[in-house]
């Protein structure tokens, strides 16, 4: 009998299996045992030629129970056995077609993979992400998957965990038929043709014909690897993948099963799975706001007007019109408009270049976007919002405009980085519809949207920039009004105590490279050169009320403001740079460094990567727990989502907090403790830290705990 999760239905000849575990038919216990139950009724039914298996709802299945693997993860448990279901499902004397729609990954391509045929959908995709959570395909899809499309391709798949399209899987070997219109009914007609056409059906497992020699292999995964060092800096399942895939082509299928399953049990037992697991959860969480629920009303944003056309504002109209917003792109400055409607130009014919999409496509997203100078239409759209550069006295008299003008329903934004929301909500006259939509640059690339929610800031205006940030493929997290807010707020301590650093002896490309090899992106000092010196310098003098009085301040940056030294965009900053923006130390730099130092009495020594590293990641770390506690974080996890979706924190290892939880709390805070006494009053130990770890506490668990207090209430 098939159970709840399965259902079996029959159209004349072919028996129907559907699984119904919305809402994304993971294979949670229940499901393998629902499928294998339907199988063997299937067979047993002389009735039936050959069989169908297809989701209900949006998808066919996306993966093994990631809950469950975080269990097993965590040691809490096995991972999910699949083995024996896909052997059933493989070794079935009747035809076994998978009828994939949405997508079909992990564990779900290992599935169709088991089956003898697999049809799709013309929207469907299927690939092979487990990369992403510090795993490697665990159920024989590292044997079958090389068997179906090739070496090369599988090598791709597993490594960059970027699903196929239906039409790539049919010309890669791992789609047999497209099925336009009615997928059931087209995956029917199918089996019954296999079925009619006679066995043997064949079977994956059997098949070697794409395999390879190890002479036409090895330089397949030396560049595989090649690719895995540098797309996945510092991973280590993607290299696992390539040696199981290496299994794969040299040896029988038994066997080659038989290693990955040591080896995924390995990477499930490792540090960067529980991080990478930690960071799938995180980033789905932060859409959970304990008091603007699911049902709350939100707005669909169909258009938007932006106020500013520089690098901030023409990134936000691109991204909106990438999802097709229509946009109102105003700048006062006929110059400056005209550079913004360049610069989008410039990034779309590369993208085209690129194959990323088509001319028409490019036509299309440029014909979203409307130049202008003045405010006309500003009155019909749904969103307006401001990105000009952080002043605050400027973007209060665009804010008292626009409320003259806007929708009265229309969300009024602000793209501000570190302002106060409040203070721009009040320049109009209805601060509930006011939020800051703090956007990252790129803004057409980077992912991470920091929703800033005002004192009066309404609910239907956090579930519709929530909504608005799906909708533009970005990960929203709501944060509240504190200056930087909660990813700038962090990273001022940050970039302040490198440049200490720098000051007592360090240099900036030492403390650059000891970032970058522990995982970040870039070294932070690279990072104030590509934003601009004078941006920080700014936000900066915002803030000066906020100094602590008596703190030490970092002494060369206003120096390299004054100097013009402004970073990238004037050829030198920190570093020196060449005409294709490559960064080299520049004596100049490292000899005003020595002379401030000198001149305020720092005494330089050497000093240690470690140093550099607690330091810098310390710091940070401290003042996440003094947001968290403060409340302008809802969750640990949410300030880890916002590291690792917008400040190129390694993935790896699951976000600040996370991090801090895995080195534990108590060496950070005795640490703390330790350059409180050296360095005085800016480490000053956040208290809910201190806490935490005398209680033998996590962060993880500080949220799980508020989580259920919240449920509770
Ligand atoms: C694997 O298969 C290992 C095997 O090789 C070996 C085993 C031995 N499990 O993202 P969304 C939840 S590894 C559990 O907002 P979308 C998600 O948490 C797995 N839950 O929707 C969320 O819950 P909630 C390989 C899952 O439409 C809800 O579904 N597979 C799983 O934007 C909606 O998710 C993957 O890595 C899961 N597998 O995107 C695929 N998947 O509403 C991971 C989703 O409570 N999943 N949930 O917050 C995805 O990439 C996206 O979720 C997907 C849908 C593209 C499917």
């Known amino acids: 009998m098939a159970n709840q999760l399965v259902s079996l239905t029959r159209d004349a000849d072919v028996a129907i299996l559907t699984i119904e575990n919305p809402p994304v038919n993971a294979l949670s216990p229940g499901v393998p045992e629902g499928i294998s139950a339907a199988l063997d009724q299937a067979g047993r039914d002389p009735a039936i030629r050959a069989v169908v298996l297809i989701g209900g709802g949006r998808t066919f299945i996306a ?15 096995a991972a999910p056995k699949l083995h024996a279901l896909l052997a059933q499902i493989e070794d079935s004397a009747k035809p076994v077609v998978m009828a994939i729609h949405g997508t079909a990954l992990g564990g779900g391509l290992e599935v169709a993979m088991a089956g003898h045929y697999r049809v799709a959908s013309p929207d469907a995709q299927a690939g092979q992400p487990e990369v992403n959570l510090g795993i490697i395909p665990g159920a024989e899809g590292t044997q079958r998957l090389p068997r179906l499309v090739g070496v090369a391709a599988a090598i791709d798949l597993c490594v960059s965990g970027k699903p196929v399209s239906a039409s790539q899987g049919l010309s890669m070997g791992l789609i047999d038929r497209i099925i336009e ?21 064949r079977k994956t497992r059997d098949r070697r014909e794409k395999l390879g020699s190890p002479q036409e292999n090895a330089p397949l995964f030396a560049a595989g690897r090649e690719q895995a060092r540098k797309t996945r800096r510092n991973m280590t ?50 859409a959970k706001i304990p008091d603007v629920p699911k049902d709350t009303p939100a707005m669909a944003v169909g258009s938007a007007a932006i106020i500013g056309a520089g690098t901030m504002g023409g990134g936000i109209a691109m991204a909106m019109a ?10 006062s400055d006929a110059v400056a408009l005209d ?11 590369s993208s085209v270049k690129k194959g990323r999409f088509s001319q028409a496509v490019m036509d299309q997203r440029m014909a979203l976007i409307q130049p202008q100078l003045g405010y006309e239409g500003f009155d019909s759209a749904d ?36 302002l106060d929301i409040d203070q721009i909500a009040n320049a109009t006259a209805r601060p509930a519809s006011v939020i800051g939509l703090h956007f990252f640059s790129p803004a057409h690339v980077m992912r991470l949207v920091e929703i800033v929610r005002g004192k009066a800031t309404g609910k239907p205006v956090i579930a519709t920039a929530l909504a608005l940030a799906k909708k533009l493929k970005k990960v929203g997290v709501l944060v509240g009004n504190c200056n930087g807010f909660v990813g700038n707020r962090m990273m001022f301590p940050y970039i302040r105590e490198a440049q200490f650093l720098v000051e007592e002896g360090a240099t900036p490309q030492q403390v650059d490279q000891a970032l970058f090899a522990w995982g970040m992106a870039m070294g932070i000092f690279a990072v104030d050169d590509m934003g601009g010196i004078d941006v920080l310098w700014r936000a900066r003098q915002e803030a000066k009320h906020l100094e602590k009085p008596g703190a030490r301040r970092p002494l060369v940056h206003d120096k390299l403001y004054e100097m013009g030294r402004l970073g990238q965009k004037t050829g030198a900053g920190w570093y020196r740079y060449d005409e294709n923006r490559r960064p080299s130390p520049d004596p100049e730099v490292l000899a005003l460094i020595e002379q401030t130092a000198r001149a305020a009495g720092i005494p330089r020594r050497e000093i240690a990567t470690e140093e550099i590293l607690e330091r810098c990641l310390y710091v940070m770390i401290n003042e996440g727990a003094r947001i968290l506690e403060e409340g302008y974080a809802l969750r640990a996890a949410d300030i880890d989502t916002i590291y690792l979706a917008g400040y190129g924190f390694p993935s790896y290892r699951g976000g600040p ?57």
């Open 657 to 713: 907090m996370w991090y801090a939880d895995t080195v534990g709390l108590q060496k950070v805070a005795r640490r703390i403790e330790e350059f409180h006494r050296q360095h005085g009053v800016l480490w000053e130990p956040a208290p809910l830290l201190l806490r935490l770890a005398a209680e033998g506490r996590t962060f993880a668990e500080y949220d799980a705990a508020r989580e259920q207090s919240v449920s509770a209430a």
């Open 339 to 349: 550079r913004g409607m360049a610069v989008i130009r410039k990034n779309y014919e």
């Open 383 to 418: 969103l307006v919002l401001e990105a000009v550069f952080e002043n605050l006295a400027l973007k209060k008299q665009i804010f008292s405009e626009i409320d003259k003008i806007a929708r009265p329903d229309a969300v009024l934004a602000s793209n501000t980085s570190t």
């Open 322 to 331: 990438n999802v097709g917003i229509s946009v109102r792109l105003k700048d």
């Open 63 to 77: 993966g093994a129970d990631i809950k469950e693997l975080e269990h097993a993860a965590q040691g809490q448990g």
């Open 181 to 201: 219109g009615d997928l059931r009914a087209g995956a029917v007609t199918f089996a019954r043709e296999m079925a009619e056409r006679g066995g043997p059906h």
């Open 237 to 286: 399942a993607p290299l696992v993948a390539i040696e199981a895939l290496e299994a794969a082509a040299t040896l029988p299928f038994d066997e080659g099963c038989r290693k990955e399953r040591e080896m995924i049990t390995a990477c499930l037992a490792s540090d960067q799975c529980r991080a990478l697991i930690h960071a799938f959860f995180s980033e789905r969480a932060a």
